[in-house]
């Protein structure tokens, strides 16, 4: 005889609806049902179809973030649209670039004697 499911079907159901109320926060819904993070990643390897609720509950809370970010964004929040531009506008170059050195000196021969004597000293009083 095997060993009784700890994830039962109305196990399950409770636990998406918690996942939504936590918005998508795992360690969070599975403290209410009662059961170890552990438990629901073997569930969600094993039961395909309550894997994909599951993300349909993750793309639920991002639909719901996103929504209160357009909010902000309406209200002239400028901190709120310069996050959404570089992250949802790369494709039109709306990204943060990395400034580059462009050294046109080859300094692969410079020792410190040598940079030692290009080097001007200026004594300050004290």
């Known amino acids: 005889m095997s060993a009784p499911r700890k994830f039962t079907k ?7 609806n918690k996942l939504e109320d936590s918005l998508g926060i795992i360690s969070i819904a599975c ?12 569930e969600i390897a094993r039961d395909t179809e309550f894997a994909k609720q599951c993300e ?11 929504s209160k970010l357009l909010n902000l964004i309406k209200e002239g929040d400028t901190a709120a649209t310069i996050f959404y531009l ?16 462009n050294i046109k000196n ?13 080097l001007t000293y200026v004594e300050t009083d004290s």
């Open 10 to 16: 109305e196990k399950k159901e409770l636990f998406l």
């Open 31 to 42: 403290k209410q049902v009662g059961i170890s993070r552990e438990t629901y990643y073997n």
């Open 56 to 66: 349909g509950v993750k793309d639920l809370t991002l639909d719901f973030v996103e």
């Open 86 to 101: 570089k992250t949802k506008g790369k494709h039109r170059g709306y990204v943060e670039r990395e400034p580059t050195l």
């Open 106 to 118: 080859d300094f692969s021969n410079l020792t410190i004697p040598k940079l030692t004597d290009k």
